[in-house]
């Protein structure tokens, strides 16, 4: 587009840089301010002006854009409008969040593409080991979140001057109202409705959601729908170079083994802190768990009831787990279970409620019987492994292991508020 070079058309520049209008509404009054300054001009020098003075005395009887601009929003502003303009904002919010996790989906998609042959390229070349457990379902809530932000701040930066559009008040006045509002809903959903898994970076970014839509909702510019060129060009770039060097890289050896710290190797599937080890009678039947939805469940099949005559104190146990994950037994540091709970008898083979059924490879003895007993696991924000056991105190007072413990990966699930009362709680 040419730049303007007369007074007139850069006083009408001026004017429509100040209205808060769509593109339309903006260019109508723009029409009619130019028709104005044409039949002014007309009449100036029909009556003997010289053109360019003519032209002058047209755009100065106006006074400065400014203010015009403000005149002329002032003028338009009708009860109805602020109706129109609530309705226009909360489509504009959707439509535009619609569009930012759309843009967030495939950010996030070109990143897990580029990830492997990163991570592959880093072990066969720079030969580096990744551990165990380094990707969870917390990471999983952290990719999730990246889309959430981009929805964010797309919406607030529809919704601003479509507001401001569609009320006839000055975008830079609307956004003390888009800003705070959208910030406090966004806020009350993060904190409280939210639910999912968690980590302190899965929080921090949960939390940074408000701040995507200040961002957005802050911009007074018109509002865009589209991709910019360079960021568009980045992904597609990203995206090619990944798929070349998945092709060049390969997938890469494992590694030919797993470095653990040294001081854990003491540790390393030794439960001596947790109880006694299991007495004979119980070794030859069967145990198994269960786990879903953060809930862990163990049982133990004993041949007969009459076996724990005289035993007291029977529960089910949580332990932290060192950071070697299924390689590690309990934490060093660790000088009792972080979570207990009671354990319950049922039929041989039956999970209390009935709702799982085993058998035994050996007939099951008239007296025998299964104990069980479960725990939720999933709001302890400081643990990420867990060895589980079903222990009791025998009647020489010394604490047994009824069963070889259990080990199941943590990730707590929850809103954030339910995270950050976990942590005042000491968990």
């Known amino acids: 587009m040419a730049e303007p070079t007369t007074e007139s058309e850069l006083f009408l520049q ?52 400014e203010r015009l601009a403000d005149e002329l929003t002032r003028a338009r502003r009708e009860p109805r409008r602020l109706l129109a303009a609530a309705g226009a904002g909360v489509w504009g919010a959707v439509r535009g969040g619609i569009w930012g996790g759309l843009l967030g989906f495939c950010i996030v998609m070109v990143a897990a593409v580029a990830w492997n042959p990163a991570m592959n390229a880093a072990v066969r070349y720079l030969g580096v080991q990744w ?10 809530s952290l990719l999730g979140l990246v889309v959430l932000a981009c929805a964010a701040f797309t919406a607030g930066r529809v919704t601003t001057p479509v507001v401001a559009a569609r009320a006839a008040f000055g975008a830079r006045l609307v956004r ?39 961002a957005g909702a ?17 992904l597609l770039l990203v995206l090619a170079v990944s798929i070349v060097a998945s092709l060049v890289v390969g997938p890469a050896s494992p590694p030919a083994r797993l470095l653990i710290d040294p001081s854990l190797v003491e540790s390393i599937q030794s ?7 299991v007495p004979a009678e119980f070794a030859k039947w069967g145990f198994g768990g269960v786990s879903a939805g953060g809930y862990v469940g163990l049982s133990v099949d004993v041949a007969d009831r009459g076996l724990l005559t005289g035993w007291s104190d029977l529960r089910v146990e949580a332990w932290k787990g060192t950071g070697a994950a299924y390689y590690g037994g309990p934490d060093p540091n660790e000088t009792a279970p972080f979570l207990t709970g009671p354990v319950v008898w049922s039929a041989a083979g039956t999970w209390p409620d009935g709702s799982l059924i085993w058998s035994s490879s050996f007939p099951w003895p008239p007296n025998a019987a299964t104990l069980s007993g479960g725990l939720a696991l999933n709001h302890w924000p400081g643990v990420s492994f867990a060895w589980v056991a079903i222990t009791g105190v025998a009647p020489d007072g010394r604490r047994h292991l009824l069963a070889q413990p259990s080990g199941f990966q943590v990730v707590f699930g929850g809103t954030a508020l339910d995270w950050f009362e976990a942590i005042l709680a000491g968990r």
């Open 218 to 234: 802050w911009h007074t510019g018109s509002p865009w729908l589209r991709v910019p060129r360079r960021l568009a060009g980045g």
């Open 271 to 277: 439960f001596d802190r947790i109880g006694a080890p």
């Open 14 to 65: 001026a004017v429509g840089q100040s209205l808060p209008f769509g593109d339309r509404e903006r260019l109508e009054i723009l029409e009619e301010l130019r028709q104005h300054l044409g039949d002014c001009f007309t009449a100036s020098v029909d009556g003997g002006m010289d053109p360019a003075e003519a032209e002058r005395a047209a755009v100065g009887r106006l006074g400065p854009p």
């Open 176 to 214: 003390r109202v888009t800003v705070p509002l959208g910030a406090a809903v966004l806020l009350w959903y993060v904190t409280l409705i939210w639910s999912g898994a968690l980590s302190w970076p899965a929080v921090v970014a949960l939390l940074s959601v408000p701040l995507w839509w200040i």
């Open 131 to 140: 551990g165990q457990g380094g990707w969870d379902p917390a990471s999983n």
